[in-house]
Protein backbone atom coordinates (compact mmCIF):
# COMPACT_ATOMS: atom_id res chain seq x y z
CA UNK A 1 0.00 0.00 0.00
CA UNK A 2 1.87 3.38 -1.10
CA UNK A 3 0.46 6.78 -1.14
CA UNK A 4 2.76 8.95 -3.74
CA UNK A 5 2.07 12.49 -3.66
CA UNK A 6 4.10 14.93 -6.41
CA UNK A 7 3.47 18.39 -7.51
CA UNK A 8 5.29 20.24 -5.54
CA UNK A 9 7.99 22.92 -6.75
CA UNK A 10 9.17 26.34 -6.60
CA UNK A 11 6.83 29.44 -7.62
CA UNK A 12 6.24 32.52 -6.80
CA UNK A 13 3.95 34.00 -4.15
CA UNK A 14 0.56 34.43 -5.68
CA UNK A 15 1.23 31.92 -7.97
CA UNK A 16 -0.62 28.50 -8.24
CA UNK A 17 0.23 24.90 -8.05
CA UNK A 18 -2.01 21.33 -8.33
CA UNK A 19 -0.62 18.56 -5.87
CA UNK A 20 -1.85 14.98 -6.89
CA UNK A 21 -1.79 12.35 -4.69
CA UNK A 22 -1.94 8.45 -6.11
CA UNK A 23 -2.65 5.87 -4.11
CA UNK A 24 -1.05 1.80 -5.24
CA UNK A 25 -2.03 -1.52 -3.67
CA UNK A 26 -5.85 -1.10 -2.97
CA UNK A 27 -7.87 1.21 -3.66
CA UNK A 28 -8.98 4.22 -1.28
CA UNK A 29 -12.31 5.06 -2.52
CA UNK A 30 -14.17 4.04 0.84
CA UNK A 31 -12.14 6.36 2.32
CA UNK A 32 -11.59 10.25 3.62
CA UNK A 33 -8.55 11.77 2.54
CA UNK A 34 -6.06 14.30 3.81
CA UNK A 35 -3.42 16.69 2.96
CA UNK A 36 -1.23 17.98 5.77
CA UNK A 37 1.62 19.81 5.86
CA UNK A 38 4.57 21.05 7.73
CA UNK A 39 6.88 24.21 7.46
CA UNK A 40 10.59 23.83 8.75
CA UNK A 41 10.71 24.18 12.22
CA UNK A 42 7.17 23.49 12.45
CA UNK A 43 4.28 20.84 13.87
CA UNK A 44 2.96 19.06 10.75
CA UNK A 45 -0.41 20.57 10.23
CA UNK A 46 -3.52 20.03 8.79
CA UNK A 47 -4.47 21.55 5.35
CA UNK A 48 -7.95 19.68 3.81
CA UNK A 49 -9.71 16.57 3.61
CA UNK A 50 -12.03 15.01 1.52
CA UNK A 51 -14.88 12.41 2.36
CA UNK A 52 -14.90 9.42 0.33
CA UNK A 53 -17.51 10.06 -2.03
CA UNK A 54 -16.42 13.31 -2.28
CA UNK A 55 -19.59 15.85 -1.01
CA UNK A 56 -17.88 16.99 2.30
CA UNK A 57 -14.39 18.42 2.29
CA UNK A 58 -12.57 20.24 5.33
CA UNK A 59 -10.37 23.18 5.10
CA UNK A 60 -7.89 25.05 7.23
CA UNK A 61 -8.85 28.69 7.90
CA UNK A 62 -5.37 29.53 6.35
CA UNK A 63 -5.78 27.95 3.11
CA UNK A 64 -9.89 28.26 3.08
CA UNK A 65 -11.10 30.18 -0.19
CA UNK A 66 -7.37 29.34 -1.92
CA UNK A 67 -7.37 26.05 -1.95
CA UNK A 68 -9.25 23.06 -3.09
CA UNK A 69 -9.59 19.44 -2.20
CA UNK A 70 -10.94 17.06 -4.90
CA UNK A 71 -10.56 12.91 -5.42
CA UNK A 72 -11.18 10.95 -8.39
CA UNK A 73 -12.06 7.37 -7.20
CA UNK A 74 -12.09 5.22 -10.38
CA UNK A 75 -8.05 6.66 -10.92
CA UNK A 76 -7.44 6.16 -7.19
CA UNK A 77 -6.22 9.71 -6.91
CA UNK A 78 -6.77 13.19 -5.07
CA UNK A 79 -5.80 16.48 -6.00
CA UNK A 80 -5.06 20.07 -3.82
CA UNK A 81 -5.41 22.67 -5.92
CA UNK A 82 -3.25 26.01 -4.44
CA UNK A 83 -4.19 29.13 -5.84
CA UNK A 84 -2.88 32.76 -4.71
CA UNK A 85 -0.37 31.14 -2.56
CA UNK A 86 1.63 32.82 0.10
CA UNK A 87 5.33 32.29 1.24
CA UNK A 88 3.80 30.88 4.66
CA UNK A 89 2.44 27.95 2.12
CA UNK A 90 6.14 26.68 1.92
CA UNK A 91 5.91 23.20 3.15
CA UNK A 92 6.27 19.99 2.55
CA UNK A 93 2.99 18.75 2.09
CA UNK A 94 1.47 14.89 2.74
CA UNK A 95 -0.93 12.97 1.43
CA UNK A 96 -2.86 10.56 3.64
CA UNK A 97 -5.71 7.83 4.21
CA UNK A 98 -7.99 8.10 6.79
CA UNK A 99 -9.08 4.87 8.72
CA UNK A 100 -13.19 5.47 7.77
CA UNK A 101 -14.55 7.14 5.33
CA UNK A 102 -15.41 10.20 6.65
CA UNK A 103 -13.90 13.60 6.91
CA UNK A 104 -11.08 14.08 9.88
CA UNK A 105 -8.99 17.45 10.66
CA UNK A 106 -7.06 15.09 12.78
CA UNK A 107 -3.32 13.44 11.69
CA UNK A 108 -4.30 9.98 14.22
CA UNK A 109 -7.09 9.28 11.87
CA UNK A 110 -5.23 8.55 8.76
CA UNK A 111 -3.57 4.87 8.47
CA UNK A 112 -1.45 5.61 5.25
CA UNK A 113 0.99 7.95 4.37
CA UNK A 114 3.12 9.36 1.32
CA UNK A 115 6.53 10.48 1.54
CA UNK A 116 5.61 14.54 0.89
CA UNK A 117 6.43 16.99 -1.78
CA UNK A 118 7.85 19.94 -1.56
CA UNK A 119 6.13 23.51 -1.93
CA UNK A 120 7.97 26.95 -1.88
CA UNK A 121 6.87 30.15 -2.19
CA UNK A 122 8.68 32.82 -2.97
CA UNK A 123 8.24 36.75 -2.11
Known amino acids: VQLQACGGGLVQAGGSLRLSCAAS????????MGWFRQAPGKEREFVSAISWGGGITYYADSVKGRFTISRDNAKNMVYLHMNSLKPEDTAVYYC?????????????????WGQGTLVTVSS
Open 96 to 112: AAASTGRVSIQSYDYVY
Open 25 to 32: GRTFSSNG
